[in-house]
């Protein structure tokens, strides 16, 4: 094994040169002089088999300096591994898929105030979290890309806790081509919560997540943050007792886009329940639910007020929409997707969610050949109330 204590950062330094060099050589050494003062990042290697510089995680990362990488080859790590200050630009990456490198640990936990750049994390499928949940951010600035996070479990009672992922006190969390699934949040979402803080939530699926409330993903508390977007998501078969099945909003406004809701509903009752805040929800494919979207009053919060556009319902058991001022413009249709026993929510290419007026309605393109030869067109809010009188 290396010896991580004999690593040097060799800085570049400048060149110092003699007054009585001719002109020639002055000139050619002049890129040389205007090179700034600069020092590499490393990379450490975690292998379990012994091929690296450390055997488990935790070491890496505290040897780690701000900017360096922790490549993690396949394997299985276990233990709770801690982030904490002066680590800015840290990389924590898998060498392969995200199943190829597993780590069970009670939690991945970030706190200190991170900043620019953000820290990364790629690649691991993390599992066994607990007490934090998997990953637990505070105060940290974070991108998650193509991970895994399954099979962890909230602590019961905790309400600021969910299953998966923690994004806490002013964090700034992006969440991109990630699988979250099969966790539990009790009290907490059984997904990610997103606490007064923001999020780039893009390109990932919430599948089969249970919690009291919010089983993917819940909003808490975040209006005083930047606008978070959550964007070409799959929330499908994720459950809760109480509220929100898909998408729980609590006092926050996200731009909530092109995203495919499926059968939130076990036994959860809404794809998107609103408790106070404007979101803006549009271009979503919400099908297999009690409701579609609903705004819930409650003493606690003003009256929630999200603005809809162009969203796709289908068979809803109770309706597209409870206490909504406006739907914007509406298609009420079968999606038609390729294969919804298979779980393929890609589209035929006739499917009303390819929508002329409103763009794609959903979170996948067209990704079979015609299914029916129907083409429906969006209907007014008026139209659509029409159709329950």
């Not at 090179?35 to 450390?54: E, K, M, Q, R």
């Not at 905790?158 to 990630?178: K, P, Q, R, W, Y």
């Amino acid at each position: 094994m290396k010896t991580p204590g004999l690593m040097v950062r060799t800085p570049v330094r400048q060149t110092s040169v003699r007054r009585n060099l001719s002109g020639l050589f002055r000139l050619l050494l002049i890129p040389v002089l205007c090179i700034p003062t600069l020092a590499y990042s490393a990379t450490w290697v975690v292998d379990s088999a012994g091929g690296g510089d450390f055997l488990t995680i935790q070491p890496a990362v505290d040897a780690a300096a701000p900017g360096d990488s922790v490549l993690v080859r396949a394997g299985l790590y276990k233990g709770r591994v801690l982030i904490s200050s002066a680590k800015d630009g840290l990389h924590l990456i898998g060498d392969g898929s995200p199943g190829d490198v597993i780590v069970t640990a009670d939690s991945v936990v970030i706190r200190a105030g991170q900043t620019d750049p953000a820290l990364r994390i790629e690649n691991l499928t993390i599992t066994g979290g607990g007490t934090f949940g998997a990953l637990y951010t505070q105060e940290a600035k974070v991108e998650v890309v193509n991970c895994i996070f399954r099979d962890n479990v909230g602590p019961v009672g905790n309400v600021a806790v969910g299953g998966a992922i923690n994004a806490t006190l002013h964090s700034d969390l992006l969440l991109e081509g990630c699988v979250i699934e099969n966790n539990t949040g009790w009290e907490a979402p059984g997904g990610v919560i997103v606490w007064e803080s923001r999020g780039d939530i893009r390109r990932n699926v919430f599948r089969n997540n249970t919690a009291t409330w919010g089983g993917g993903l819940e909003m808490y508390h975040c209006g005083s943050e930047p606008v978070s977007y959550i964007e070409d998501n799959l929330f499908v078969d994720n459950g809760v007792t109480d509220w929100g099945g898909g998408l729980f909003i609590v006092a926050s406004s996200p731009v909530v886009r092109r995203n495919t809701f499926h059968n939130n509903m076990q036994p959860g009752n809404a794809a998107i329940w609103v408790l106070g805040g404007t979101p803006v929800i549009s271009q979503n494919l919400i099908a297999g639910s009690d409701w579609g979207v609903y705004c819930q009053t409650h003493p606690q919060y003003p009256p929630s007020t999200p603005v809809l556009d162009c969203n796709l319902f289908w068979r809803l058991q109770q309706g597209l929409c409870s206490g909504c001022q406006g739907l914007g413009r509406t298609v009420v249709a079968d999606p038609l997707f390729c294969d919804e026993d298979a779980q393929d929510f890609s589209l035929c290419a006739d499917s009303p969610a390819l929508s002329d007026s409103c763009g794609r309605l959903g979170a996948y393109e067209a990704g079979c050949p015609d299914c029916s030869g129907e083409a429906i067109v969006p209907l007014s809010w008026g139209a659509i109330k029409s159709l329950f009188r």
